[in-house]
Structures are given as structure tokens and as C-alpha cells.
């Protein structure tokens, strides 16, 4: 087991205490008819083994890219609990990652977690060249031998197919295909136990969105990280996960083997969210 998520909860608003039960899939709303407050993740439960690859799938607003986001600590959240068992306490045991002060959460997302953003521009910084980007993150991860980085840094640009010639070129001189290459590469440079990938491809072109999901996937077989992928393009989904999890309120209303969620979808909703993509 690599993460186990317990009934982690996102509520925007002043919660009344009666938001949880009053949204969800079981209600057919994600706000709260007392308060108004928006429950945007409902009671998440969610495993994921070491080199597993999850897809969660959804409308827009269903809560995907929130569950994410309070992986990574991107947001807080409201309630629950999430074991990451790479992180363990004095006595052997898996920490849950909500209660991490800041220096313990900078440590996790440098050395054991990343995420790729749909946006390349949050995931990078504009200050740096593509190479500087990718050295931020292993000397984050406790790299601060010069020649150590940099070959390092090499070793990545090399697996983008990114021209070493331009590895002090700024991100904004790159398409935004090499630019969520070079983020890529950023993220994989400390050897994450866990990707996370909200979104990875969309806004590229066909062909450049083939390209680097075929990059992500032999990536992955390479390393064996475990990875966390949101997107509403099933063909994304299919492409690269094992397992899949449909989201509709902030709750999860069906799980399974992707073959089996995309080609025999046992929730009313899933089959909807199918037959519309088909």
C-alpha cells in the first residue's frame, strides 16, 4: 500500500455541520441547501498500491482536481485522513500527510510526490531556464553536488527529447508542448514515489498530446512510480491507467478496472458520462 485515503472532505464556505450529509451523489448536489456552502470533495475513500495508476474521471466541478490539490497540499482540507506509507512515525507507522507542518509538506512534495499541472506556468518557474527548473528540484530533494545535478539535469533533458542545447532557455521561448515536457522532467528528477497529473494534455494538439502521454507511459514502466491522473478525456484515461475512479457531487459513485468502467459502466451517471464521449 502506498496511499490510503480515508473520507477526505473539502467544504468552501462556514460550514453548518450539516453539509456533508446534505450534498453528494445520494442528494444530486454539491452545495448545501442550508448553508450555501460548496462541498467540492465528499468523503473520499481511496487506495493506491506502489506502481498502481489511478484515473479519476468527471463533469466539471465534480471535485477531480480538488482531490488532487489536497493530495498535494495545494489546498487544505477540511476533514479526513491521508496515509502516505512512504512517510512513517517513530514507531513504524504511516503519517497522515494533513497533519504535516509546512518544512515536513516542502519535504514530501520535493522528495516523494509531484505534480504535473494542466497549466505549465503553475508548475514552473518562469525565472529559471528549463535546466534551472529541473536542478530546483533536485537540489530540493538534498542533491547539492554541482556535477551530480547537472548530469543529472541532462540525464532528464535527454528523456523529454528536449534539444541539450537549449537547457538555458527560458520556459517561454518553448511550445507548450516542451513546456509540460520540461515539466515532466522536473517532476520526475527527485524519483517521486507518486505523480500526480491534473489535466496533463489538454490545450496541446492531437498529435503533441500523443506524444506525451507515450512519454508519461514509458516514464512510468521505466521508474514504477505510482500516479494519479484527473481528466475529463476518457481516451486520456484509457491510454494510461489501470484502475478508475467517476466522480459526480464531490463523491465517488463508481470504481474499478478502466477496461471495465469504460466498456461496462455499472452507474447510471458513468454510463451517461460514456455514451457522451462515444
Same mark, same amino acid.
Given at each position: 500500500?502506498?496511499?490510503?485515503?480515508?473520507?477526505?472532505?473539502?467544504?468552501?464556505?462556514?460550514?453548518?455541520?450539516?453539509?456533508?450529509?446534505?450534498?453528494?451523489?445520494?442528494?444530486?448536489?454539491?452545495?448545501?441547501?442550508?448553508?450555501?456552502?460548496?462541498?467540492?470533495?465528499?468523503?473520499?475513500?481511496?487506495?493506491?498500491? %506502489?506502481?498502481?495508476?489511478?484515473?479519476?474521471?468527471?463533469?466539471?466541478?465534480?471535485?477531480?482536481?480538488?482531490?488532487?490539490?489536497?493530495?498535494?497540499?495545494?489546498?487544505?482540507?477540511?476533514?479526513?485522513?491521508?496515509?502516505?506509507?512512504?512517510?512513517?512515525?517513530?514507531?513504524?507507522?504511516?503519517?497522515?500527510?494533513?497533519?504535516?507542518?509546512?518544512?515536513?509538506?516542502?519535504?514530501?512534495?520535493?522528495?516523494?510526490?509531484?505534480?504535473?499541472?494542466?497549466?505549465?506556468?503553475? %508548475?514552473?518557474?518562469?525565472?529559471?531556464?528549463?535546466?534551472?527548473?529541473?536542478?530546483?528540484?533536485?537540489?530540493?530533494?538534498?542533491?547539492?553536488?554541482?556535477?551530480?545535478?547537472?548530469?543529472?539535469?541532462?540525464?532528464?533533458?535527454?528523456?523529454?527529447?528536449?534539444?541539450?542545447?537549449?537547457?538555458?532557455?527560458?520556459?517561454?521561448?518553448?511550445? %507548450?508542448?516542451?513546456?509540460?515536457?520540461?515539466?515532466?522532467?522536473?517532476?520526475?528528477?527527485?524519483?517521486?514515489?507518486?505523480?500526480?497529473?491534473?489535466?496533463?494534455?489538454?490545450?496541446?494538439?492531437?498529435?503533441?498530446?500523443?506524444?506525451?502521454?507515450?512519454?508519461?507511459?514509458?516514464?512510468?514502466?521505466?521508474?514504477?512510480?505510482?500516479?494519479?491522473?484527473?481528466?475529463?478525456?476518457?481516451?486520456?484515461?484509457?491510454?494510461?491507467?489501470?484502475?478508475?475512479?467517476?466522480?459526480?457531487?464531490?463523491?465517488?459513485?463508481?470504481?474499478?478496472?478502466?477496461?471495465?468502467?469504460?466498456?461496462?459502466?455499472?452507474?447510471?451517471?458513468?454510463?451517461?458520462?460514456?455514451?457522451?464521449?462515444?
Amino acid at each position: 500500500m502506498l496511499l490510503d485515503i480515508h473520507s477526505l472532505s473539502k467544504i468552501y464556505g462556514q460550514s453548518c455541520g450539516h453539509c456533508l450529509d446534505e450534498t453528494g451523489e445520494r442528494q444530486g448536489r454539491s452545495i448545501c441547501p442550508q448553508c450555501g456552502s460548496v462541498v467540492a470533495v465528499n468523503r473520499a475513500c481511496l487506495q493506491i498500491e %506502489g506502481d498502481e495508476i489511478l484515473g479519476i474521471v468527471g463533469e466539471s466541478g465534480s471535485g477531480k482536481s480538488t482531490l488532487l490539490q489536497l493530495l498535494y497540499r495545494d489546498v487544505e482540507a477540511s476533514s479526513g485522513e491521508v496515509f502516505f506509507h512512504v512517510i512513517k512515525d517513530k514507531k513504524n507507522r504511516p503519517v497522515n500527510i494533513l497533519d504535516l507542518d509546512m518544512l515536513q509538506t516542502a519535504r514530501m512534495r520535493n522528495e516523494m510526490m509531484s505534480m504535473i499541472y494542466q497549466n505549465p506556468r503553475l %508548475g514552473l518557474n518562469y525565472l529559471f531556464s528549463a535546466g534551472g527548473n529541473i536542478a530546483e528540484k533536485i537540489i530540493g530533494a538534498g542533491e547539492h553536488r554541482f556535477e551530480k545535478i547537472r548530469n543529472r539535469v541532462h540525464h532528464f533533458v535527454d528523456k523529454i527529447e528536449l534539444p541539450g542545447t537549449r537547457v538555458d532557455d527560458y520556459p517561454d521561448t518553448f511550445s %507548450g508542448g516542451q513546456q509540460q515536457r520540461i515539466q515532466i522532467a522536473k517532476a520526475l528528477s527527485s524519483s517521486p514515489n507518486l505523480l500526480l497529473l491534473d489535466e496533463p494534455t489538454t490545450g496541446l494538439d492531437v498529435s503533441v498530446q500523443a506524444r506525451i502521454l507515450d512519454l508519461i507511459k514509458s516514464l512510468q514502466k521505466e521508474m514504477g512510480f505510482a500516479m494519479i491522473v484527473v481528466s475529463h478525456d476518457l481516451g486520456v484515461i484509457r491510454h494510461l491507467t489501470d484502475i478508475t475512479v467517476v466522480m459526480r457531487h464531490g463523491s465517488i459513485v463508481e470504481y474499478g478496472l478502466t477496461d471495465q468502467i469504460l466498456e461496462d459502466p455499472q452507474h447510471g451517471y458513468t454510463q451517461l458520462l460514456v455514451s457522451s464521449i462515444l
